[in-house]
């Protein structure tokens, strides 16, 4: 046998799963404030809202929260403009009268920082336009994640945490791969890992582009092939120290 397969026997799998350990929790972590901020939401849109919230602060960061606000009709309206945080019985709520010119649209932006959080780590942002006369009404929503590595903005830990998941996927499953190929061995133990991988990659995609319907899906179906590799590593690892 190769004198590199025992080393790789390890490396390779380790690596895969640092990576798909790190992208499930990054894209957990968003759903689980998506869904947050979509729960009991005291306003009704008949449409959506525009909007541009960071992912992710540090928290001693201020962030940017921008709306933009439409007049699709062709006469001038006054519509009420809400920007709600974290819906809690204190809440601080910004209410804010627009003019709009005749099918005009304007960004309209706020701020955010660590004195917002909610559950420790996340700050729920919906921003609601009132109807007017027959201009509709409008709601926005955002999560923003509040957590840093230490010494980086909340940005640089996004981007180092992303890295890290697609590095140790494609470094790893790669490795893992070669193994199997170096050994003849293309059981369902590969193809399953491929699955995996792909799917964390998907989920983390996902969650960034704030499409928390599908991040749903693809965590839920990695969290249900991790036990099928879980159980496959464990025999694989009896059966490489005979």
Request: with cysteine.
């Amino acid at each position: 046998m190769n004198a590199q397969l025992p080393r790789l026997a390890w490396l390779g799998p380790l690596l895969f799963t640092v990576g798909v350990l790190v992208g499930l929790s990054l894209s957990a972590v968003i759903l689980w404030g998506e869904i947050e901020v979509r729960l009991d939401v005291p306003y009704q849109g008949s449409t959506g809202l525009q909007m541009k919230c960071p992912l992710m602060l540090s928290p001693a960061e201020t962030g940017n929260i921008e709306a933009v606000i439409v007049n699709s009709t062709v006469e001038e309206v006054k519509p009420v403009i809400i920007m709600d945080i974290n819906r809690a019985k204190d809440r601080p709520v910004i209410t804010q009268t627009a003019l709009l010119s005749p099918k005009e649209t304007r960004p309209l932006a706020w701020n955010v920082d660590g004195s917002n959080v909610i559950f420790d780590r996340l700050i729920l942002v919906n921003v609601y336009q009132s109807p007017y006369r027959d201009n509709p009404s409008r709601l926005g929503s955002c999560s923003i994640l509040s957590f840093s590595l230490p010494g980086l903005t909340g940005t640089q830990t996004l981007i180092l945490l992303l890295a890290c998941s697609l590095v140790g996927i494609l470094l790893g499953g790669g490795l893992w791969l070669y193994r199997h190929w170096q050994q003849g061995d293309w059981s369902g133990m590969p193809q399953v890992g491929v699955v995996l991988g792909v799917l964390t990659i998907a989920a983390v995609l996902s969650s960034v582009a704030r499409l928390w319907g599908l991040t749903l899906v693809f965590d839920t179906l990695i969290v249900l092939l991790a036990g099928v590799l879980i159980t496959e590593f464990g025999s694989f690892t009896r059966r490489d120290k005979t």
